[in-house]
């Protein structure tokens, strides 16, 4: 069974920073590709970031502040994101798909994880 955990969300104020993890189970991330998503209130789900095995790929909107990167001795992917505005509060999900697929947001929604809160305020 695949499971993957979210940790590390939190409350900053802008221009914070977190690393939001992601742990997997039942399934070896290093043949995966990774995405982050995120959801604020009302609005759609929208894709962040994504890594797999020959690629990354970032949303336009947060170039230059979010890193993902994978530790694959841990089996976790994580999302460094710095210089946090307020526009960037939502719960933040990750997920994958594959195994050997390249970055693209329907290419890693195989499995979810459960999401971690982030909120950024003043």
């Known amino acids: 069974q695949v499971q993957l955990v979210e940790s590390g969300g939190g409350s900053v104020q802008p221009g914070g920073s977190l690393r939001l993890s992601c742990v997997a189970s039942?399934?070896?991330?290093?043949?995966?590709?990774i995405g982050w998503f995120r959801q604020a209130p009302g609005k759609e789900r929208e894709g962040v970031s994504c890594?797999?095995?020959?690629?990354?790929y970032y949303a336009d909107s947060v170039k230059g502040r979010f890193t993902i990167s994978r530790d694959n001795a841990k089996n976790t992917v994580f999302l460094q994101m710095n210089n946090l505005k307020p526009e960037d509060t939502a719960v933040y999900s990750c997920?994958?798909?594959?195994?050997?697929?390249?970055?693209?947001?329907?290419?890693?929604?195989?499995?979810w994880g459960q999401g971690t809160q982030v909120t950024v305020s003043s």
């Open positions: 997920s994958a798909g594959g195994p050997f697929r390249l970055c693209g947001w329907d290419n890693v929604m195989d499995y």
């Open positions: 890594i797999s095995t020959n690629d990354n």
């Open positions: 039942g399934v070896t991330l290093e043949h995966y590709a």
